[in-house]
């Protein structure tokens, strides 16, 4: 079964400054999609970025990179100029493709505190 | 607006008492599915349904049931509710043609409390 950690359960950083969160993830397969979510105290969940696991090039969106390391299994979200609307709870999530269900396996999350 | 609704948005109710949460959503997506989140644990699915009538068990579905009658709507049912399922539950959906690859598409979540 695909597992999915969060080994962080709180992080915080100065406004402005740079934080990397973790995710590493279990699995045998070779196709697959992970993602990270953010979910503020509105409890929306929002798509922060995602990356195809046949992609070398690490994705980013705007101020939201990752570090993908297929053979490690790791995959980091880094916030670069960190704002107070950063601050949520985030989730690193896989997909199985072509799995059948391709459900979403979710860590267990890390709670991020922006400090002004 | 393409987006998942879900209703209601909280609910307090008493061990035993069927409760339906509602799910529907408006972009003619095949793929739904019921998670639950829980402090320390994640995000965890109940129950998926890859079209219509078609539903299945995800990880933890003791004590839930779905019904998939039309592509739209994927009602979640706690014919008897116990205070372990007091939880914050999210409807998700995705169309089959991308299933997973763009992640889902979440409703905002219910909270629910079992006294």
């Known amino acids: 079964a695909q597992t999915v950690t969060q080994s962080q359960p709180e992080m915080s950083v100065q406004e402005a400054e740079t934080v990397t969160l973790s995710c590493t993830y279990d699995?045998?397969?070779?196709?697959?999609?992970l993602f990270w979510y953010k979910q503020p105290p509105s409890r929306q969940m929002i798509l922060v970025i995602r990356?195809?696991?046949?992609?070398?090039q690490n994705a980013t969106e705007n101020r939201f990179s990752v570090n993908f390391q297929k053979a490690a299994k790791s995959f980091s979200l880094k916030i670069s100029d960190s704002q107070l609307g950063d601050a949520a709870m985030y989730f690193c999530?896989?997909?199985?493709?072509?799995?059948?269900?391709?459900?979403?396996?979710f860590g267990t999350g890390t709670r991020l505190t922006i400090i002004p | 607006e393409a987006q998942v609704t879900q209703n209601p948005r909280y609910l307090i109710t008493v061990t035993g008492k069927k409760l339906t949460v509602t799910c529907s959503q408006n972009?003619?997506?095949?793929?739904m599915s019921w998670y639950r989140q829980d402090p320390g644990l994640g995000l965890r699915q109940i129950y998926y349904?890859?079209?219509?009538?078609?539903?299945d068990k995800g990880d933890v579905p003791e004590g839930y049931k779905v019904s998939r009658k039309e592509k739209r709507n994927f009602p979640l049912i706690l014919e008897s509710p116990s205070p372990n399922q007091t939880s914050l539950y999210f409807c998700?959906?995705?169309?089959?043609?991308?299933?997973?690859?763009?992640?889902?598409?979440f409703g905002s979540g219910t909270r629910l409390t079992v006294v």
């Open positions: 998700a959906s995705s169309p089959r043609s991308a299933l997973g690859s763009y992640g889902y598409t």
């Open positions: 699995t045998s397969e070779s196709d697959y999609y």
């Open positions: 990356q195809e696991a046949y992609k070398q």
């Open positions: 999530a896989y997909v199985l493709l072509f799995g059948g269900n391709e459900k979403l396996t």
């Open positions: 972009m003619n997506h095949e793929y």
């Open positions: 349904s890859m079209n219509v009538e078609v539903t």
